[in-house]
């Protein structure tokens, strides 16, 4: 069996469970589960660009709330429905990762994750700067009535897990179509040796700019989605410690394979809740869990899986 | 109040602001210039000094001046053994990798912030400055002949002052350290060819270790001075680090004298900008322009462009 | 007899902070001929080459490859007419696989059909010998081996012209011989640009030597005219 052939089945299998999970678990868990399908769509986002490009972004937070206020305000302020609003937050998503894209590209290394983390910081004191229209850190919520897509009220948690369940699913099957293409591949190439894809003939400045501005959009799509089915927009969704989170799920989970954004979110998500039971200082374990992964496990848990057991994993 | 005064008590209170950044950027620079390391953690060494202030001052329980002097000389040292055994601990282990050292020291970022959460407590704290006279300042006029007035509003506090001439002070000790010292030539060795540094005999991870101390002990000085009049909090950090980040930028990564020199250039011009512009504006400005400095002139506006 | 000029280059010039590294070379490259690039360390040959397929910019001068001007373009445009290069110190892609290396090669310069990329990595990894081990790690070859790889993704593009900067260098003796096999067969699709040090190399494979010194062009000429030039003999071979 082939390699990409083993991935889509293992794709396959994933999007199987969590069908399967709906079924099989209480209401607590449908709802975590639901919020952690789209926060993982934010960190496949994420991964595109750090886990396969090989670039680390400190800014993603600005993509995210670029589709959340796309989308947020296009219906809080210009009345629009679901589906135009949706596109809407698209396009900001798509707009925002474009220019800072162009922009920030031209730094490397260091520069560049103090760059994407100084545009966040400027998008997100935007945020706060506009509190007339945004509601700055208190926020705005969608009322009830305007969540519905289709004909499917979109607050019912049925209908809400499976919108969720849709959009991971169709990111999912993209990034795992994408990453075999000529251009993921191409992708992977400049993550591993910049210069040699270069002198390979690879035009690797445009590469990454599609790769962040792809990033940017999935970012955003997470963003828009979070705020249509959780009915909320904020400006802590902008600050810095959203665009420290995707980080760490990848992290976690493993970078630069398909599946290890669902992993590490899910892992991710069910420490801070357990912790935030304990303790109202529940991001200790964000912090905990960065250093130990830096010192013993850079390349996650799927990637642990990959060179341990399953070298196919994508 | 009339502008010409507004403006110099805003430039006072942008002096204090530059002295405090000066020292807590010059902490920052020193770690990337001798190490080539980010430390996204240096704004919670800065908050821990403010903290380790108030336990001092707090637990001693005597005159403010004796807690404030105990606080001078215990909270850096603390906050620096704790740095430097971090840096032994994670990222001399990690091979101080810039990617890798940028992650560790979010996760310490997190871990100290949370932990002082857990301990020090959500609420922000005061600690009594060991002296506060109030000063007024004069203010010519020419209405009627030359005499001075006395604008209501228009002063400061001696121990404001005391912060400016005590942030000069440090400024000075640390040239003298590293230019005239023995320890401060091998700092300066270690940063321009590690590898030379090390085949020379000298020991780059001790160095490293001292050098991620000493910047962390610099951020938690610039703390104990401001912490009488700023008052401590967990969260207090987040600030220092950002300007922190500007400061160095703006100077030249690593250049340390361009550090003081932006700390005094951003500190007086954030104190007077937001006279005009609201303090959201004024740092969304300050935000973007240092985010483009780095794109288009990455060896900062006062650094000279390497060939 | 006019010879059909692949790669032309006019008072190419690169200097560091002052220092001429190259200093106004001119540059003649005709199509299907094997041209070493010698003379002694710090002549600027590296310098050189990086120049021509657009790694460094040039100070001053043209460059032009089949007619056409190319000074300023970006390396990779220039690869995409028809360059490949190898680096002096070697670059291959450590953590993917043989297969992987050579495949992202061919597919930049074959277009994305998967069996024809397929077709001519499996082909070109025959011809350097790496043939048995697809699946492995670059990582994980010697050094010789990793040279050859490299030299694989140079073929793998089907290069017009094919740039390699001491290709040789760390070889063992039976792979240095079957480089030289490799690189006769080439044939006249194929121009080649070789900087070497192995005098053998260089005498045995070469239609035409141009030797630089100090970032000069000290002689040009066949192989023959070479070894006996004095200049030559007295800057670079020693006393031959």
Redesign the interface.
């Known amino acids: 069996m082939s390699s990409a052939r083993s991935a889509h089945i293992l794709h396959l299998g994933v999007l199987g469970l969590l069908f399967a999970a709906f079924f099989l678990l209480p209401a607590y868990h449908q709802g975590n589960l639901a919020r952690i399908l789209v926060l993982a769509v934010y960190a496949m986002g994420y991964n595109l660009l750090f886990g396969y490009t090989g670039l680390l972004s400190l800014g993603h937070a600005v993509f995210f709330a670029a589709g959340m206020y796309g989308l947020g305000l296009a219906m809080h302020l210009g009345g629009a429905t679901p589906a135009p609003a949706f596109l809407a937050g698209m396009i900001a998503a798509l707009l925002v990762a474009g220019v800072i894209g162009s922009l920030a590209l031209r730094t490397v290394g260091v520069a560049f994750m103090i760059v994407t983390l100084m545009f966040a910081q400027a998008g997100y004191l935007t945020i706060l700067y506009f509190g007339t229209y945004t509601r700055g850190d208190e926020g705005f919520v969608i009322p009830q009535t305007a969540r519905a897509l289709w004909g499917f009220d979109l607050t019912d948690p049925t209908n809400r897990y499976f919108a969720a369940l849709i959009l991971f699913a169709v990111v999912l099957l993209f990034i795992g179509w994408l990453v075999n293409?000529?251009f993921g591949?191409?992708l992977?190439?400049i993550r591993?040796?910049e210069?040699?894809?270069?002198?390979?003939?690879?035009?690797?400045q445009r590469a990454k700019w599609i790769a962040v501005t792809l990033s940017g959009l999935l970012s955003g799509m997470s963003g828009a989605a979070y705020a249509l089915l959780f009915g909320y927009a904020g400006a802590t969704f902008a600050s810095v410690q959203y665009s420290i989170l995707p980080l760490l799920w990848v992290l976690l989970g493993g970078a630069g394979t398909t599946i290890g954004p669902l992993v590490g979110t899910i892992f991710m998500f069910y420490l801070i809740d357990f912790a935030s039971e304990v303790t109202s200082a529940y991001m200790l374990v964000a912090g905990v869990a960065f250093v130990l992964l830096t010192l013993f496990a850079p390349t996650g848990i799927a990637g642990e899986l990959r060179r341990r057991a399953l070298p196919w994993l994508p | 109040m009339d502008l010409g005064p507004y403006l110099l008590l805003a430039s006072l209170e942008g002096a204090i602001t530059a002295s405090i950044l000066a020292l807590t950027a010059v902490g920052l620079s020193l770690v990337f210039g001798v190490m080539r390391v980010v430390n996204v953690a240096h704004g919670e060494f800065f908050m821990l000094g403010a903290v380790a202030s108030w336990f001092v001052a707090t637990y001693l329980g005597t005159h403010p001046a004796i807690g404030f002097i105990a606080a001078l000389l215990i909270a850096p040292l603390l906050v620096g053994a704790l740095a430097a055994t971090a840096d032994w601990l994670v990222l001399r282990r990690i091979n101080y990798d810039p990617e890798r050292t940028i992650v560790a020291t979010i996760g310490l970022l997190y871990i100290l912030q949370q932990g002082t959460l857990m301990t020090f407590g959500p609420d922000a704290r005061p600690v009594e400055p060991p002296f506060n006279q109030r000063l007024a300042i004069p203010w010519p006029s020419f209405e009627g002949g030359f005499h001075l007035t006395w604008p209501w509003g228009l002063g400061t506090t001696s121990y404001k002052l005391f912060i400016i001439a005590a942030a000069i002070t440090i400024l000075f000790g640390l040239w003298v350290l590293m230019s005239r010292t023995k320890i401060g030539l091998i700092m300066r060795a270690t940063q321009l060819d590690r590898d030379m540094a090390q085949a020379f005999g000298i020991p780059v991870e001790r160095v490293y270790a001292l050098v991620f101390g000493l910047g962390a002990g610099l951020a938690a000085l610039a703390a104990v001075l401001i912490v009488p009049v700023q008052q401590a909090h967990y969260l207090m950090g987040g600030d220092p680090l950002l300007l922190s980040f500007i400061v160095v930028i703006i100077g030249g990564l690593g250049s340390l004298p361009g550090t003081v020199i932006a700390a005094v250039l951003i500190g007086l011009s954030d104190g007077i900008i937001s006279v005009f512009f609201s303090p959201t504006l004024a740092k969304i400005l300050a935000t973007l322009l240092v985010a483009l400095v780095l794109v288009f002139r990455p060896q900062g506006l006062l650094g000279k462009r390497i060939? | 007899m006019a010879a059909v000029m692949l790669l032309e280059a006019a008072g190419l010039s690169k200097s560091?902070?002052g220092l001429d590294a190259v200093c106004a070379v001119d540059f003649k490259l005709p199509q299907g001929q094997i041209r070493a690039l010698i003379g002694p360390n710090g002549a600027g040959k590296s310098t050189f080459v990086g120049m021509l397929?657009g790694?460094i910019p040039a100070s001053k001068g043209e460059i032009s490859f089949e007619g056409q001007r190319i000074t300023g373009w970006?390396?990779?445009?220039r690869?995409?007419l028809g360059m490949a290069?190898t680096?002096q110190i070697t670059?291959?892609?450590?953590?993917?696989s043989l297969f992987?290396n050579v495949?992202?090669?061919a597919?930049?310069?074959h277009g994305?059909k998967a069996a024809k990329v397929d077709g001519i990595t499996k082909e070109v990894l025959e011809r350097v010998g790496l043939a048995d081990r697809l699946q492995q790690q670059a990582r994980d070859l010697s050094y010789g081996h990793q040279r050859l790889l490299e030299i694989a993704?140079g073929l793998a593009?089907t290069p017009r012209l094919f740039i390699l900067d001491e290709p040789t260098q760390g070889l063992a003796e039976n792979e240095v011989e079957s480089f030289k096999t490799l690189i006769r067969t080439l044939g006249q699709d194929t121009t080649v640009l070789l900087i070497e040090h192995n005098m053998d190399v260089v005498m045995e494979t070469a239609d035409y030597i141009t030797v630089l010194d100090q970032g000069r062009t000290l002689a040009e000429g066949p192989p023959e005219a070479i070894r006996q030039n004095d200049a030559v003999q007295a800057a670079y071979l020693g006393t031959g």
Do not use: K
């Open positions: 293409t000529s591949r191409s992977i190439a591993e040796n210069e040699r894809a270069r002198m390979l003939g690879y035009d690797v | 060939a | 560091f902070g397929c790694r970006p390396a990779h445009r690869i995409r290069y680096f670059s291959v892609f450590g953590a993917l992987e495949a992202l090669a597919r930049r310069a994305g993704m593009q």
